[in-house]
């Protein structure tokens, strides 16, 4: 599996930003796909996750001005990001469980995923 994230940039605060993740197969229906994110000198961390079922979950730093989906047609995750906050600043990179049926509660964790896309940058000026 290969992924393939775009639609980073700069931003104002308060801006909004729309993130992609294409997959190069249709993974959507069996595995969970999750967005993390690493900000300069920080571990990364969890963002937001979908299951294959379709329900989300979310970081509680980005709940409310987030919001995590995809397009199964076309192979793509998307990452709405909206209200941006200077602390959003970092690089944003998708990736994919492929343990069939993943619990939410593993999709929140990096050591879950088996492929991560190259990131994408989104900085967030004040």
């Known amino acids: 599996v290969q992924l393939q994230a775009s639609g980073g940039g700069l931003v104002q605060a308060g801006g909004s930003l729309r993130l992609s993740c294409a997959a190069s197969g249709q993974i959507f229906s069996r595995y969970g796909v999750g967005w993390f994110r690493q900000a300069p000198g920080k571990e990364r961390e969890f963002v937001a996750a979908?299951?294959?079922?379709?329900?989300?979950y979310y970081a509680d730093s980005v709940k409310g001005r987030f919001t995590v989906s995809r397009d199964s047609g076309k192979n793509t995750m998307y990452l709405q990001m909206n209200s941006l906050k200077p602390e959003d600043t970092a690089v944003y990179y998708c990736?994919?469980?492929?343990?069939?049926?993943?619990?939410?509660?593993?999709?929140?964790?990096?050591?879950?995923?088996?492929?991560w896309g190259q990131g994408t940058l989104v900085t967030v000026s004040s």
């Open positions: 990736a994919a469980d492929m343990m069939p049926y993943a619990i939410l509660s593993a999709l929140m964790t990096t050591t879950s995923y088996d492929y």
């Open positions: 979908i299951r294959y079922s379709g329900s989300t």
